[in-house]
C-alpha cells in the first residue's frame, strides 16, 4: 500500500510589521479606552450617554434643517413627550438623538386646489434607548413620529 500525503497548504502570508511611530497603537488610559469614532462612523452599541451627542450629530447632518427653528422645537418637544409615554412599559428610557424635518408627501400628479394651502407635515425620527418589559436594554433603536400643522400653528401626531 503507497501512502499520500495530503496536498500542501498554500503558504500564509503576513505583512511586514511597520515599527514607525504612526503604526504603533498609542497606550491605553481610562480616558482613551474608548476611542473617538471616525468622521461618519458612528459609536458602538453600549456606548452609554456619551456617545449621545455623537449620534445627534450624525442625524443631523443626515438631512438638512428645513422647517423653521419654532417649528422644529416644537415638533421635538411633542414627540419626546410622546415617545417617552409610549415607551411607558419600558425602563432607563433616554432619547440619544432627533431630527425634526419637513414630511413632503410623495405627488401624485394631480396638484391640490389653489385655495387650499398644502398642510404643513413634519417627522420626527427619533434614536432612543431603554430596557423592554423583559429586561433587554438596547440603544440606537429608532422611532419615527409624524405630525400635521393646524391652522392655528399647533400640531397634531398623525398615522400617514
Do not use: C
Not at 504603533?24 to 458612528?42: C, K, N, V
Not at 438623538?97 to 400628479?109: L, N, V, Y
Not at 400635521?148 to 400653528?153: H, K
Amino acid at each position: 500500500m503507497q501512502r499520500v500525503d495530503p496536498a500542501p497548504s498554500p503558504p500564509v502570508l503576513v505583512p511586514p510589521r511597520d515599527p514607525s511611530p504612526s503604526s504603533t497603537p498609542a497606550p491605553t488610559t481610562a480616558a482613551s479606552a474608548t476611542p473617538a469614532p471616525r468622521r461618519g462612523e458612528l459609536p458602538p452599541p453600549g456606548s452609554g450617554p456619551a456617545a449621545d451627542p455623537v449620534i445627534q450629530k450624525a442625524l443631523d447632518q443626515s438631512s438638512a434643517a428645513d422647517l423653521p427653528t419654532t417649528a422644529e422645537q416644537q415638533v421635538l418637544a411633542l414627540s419626546r413627550t410622546a415617545w417617552l409615554a409610549e415607551t411607558a412599559g419600558y425602563t432607563q428610557v433616554r432619547i440619544q438623538a432627533a431630527t425634526a424635518r419637513r414630511d413632503t408627501p410623495p405627488t401624485t400628479g394631480a396638484s391640490s386646489s389653489a385655495t387650499q394651502p398644502e398642510a404643513v407635515r413634519a417627522v420626527v425620527r427619533l434614536v432612543w434607548a431603554g430596557a423592554d418589559p423583559a429586561g433587554t436594554f438596547m440603544d440606537g433603536r429608532t422611532a419615527t413620529i409624524r405630525f400635521t400643522q393646524n391652522g392655528d400653528g399647533t400640531w397634531t401626531r398623525t398615522t400617514f
